[in-house]
Nanobody, 115 residues
């Protein structure tokens, strides 16, 4: 069974930084793509970024230039580095991967950006 375990959420002031982690088990981490999504209260879930098995990345326009996706393949950990955070970044952040045609989601990490 594939499991994604997240950590690194918290509260930060505008302009601050956080790093989220997503540790995978039950899959060949070298072969999968990891997506990050976020969902604010009362809003739809939005795609944030993707890092492929080849290490290439794509970003939503709302976070481009501020967020960076990376990965530590030997440790099977995906990271989301979040810089210059804004109040609109406040949301629950989820990592997601697909293995054998099934999507697997992390439990979510709350990120709160406020003064």
């Amino acid at each position: 069974q594939v499991r994604l375990v997240q950590s690194g959420g918290g509260s930060v002031q505008p302009g601050g930084s956080l790093r989220l982690s997503c540790t995978a088990s039950g899959t060949n981490f070298r072969l999968v793509t990891m997506d990050w999504y976020r969902q604010a209260p009362g809003k739809q879930r939005d795609w944030v970024t993707r890092i492929t098995n080849n290490g290439s990345t794509n970003y939503a326009d709302s976070v481009k230039g501020r967020f960076t996706a990376s990965r530590d393949v030997p440790r099977a950990v995906a990271y989301l580095h979040m810089n210059s955070l804004k109040p609109d970044d406040t949301a629950v952040y989820y990592c997601k991967t697909r293995w054998r045609s099934t999507d697997f989601w992390g439990q979510g990490a709350q990120v709160t950006v406020s003064s």
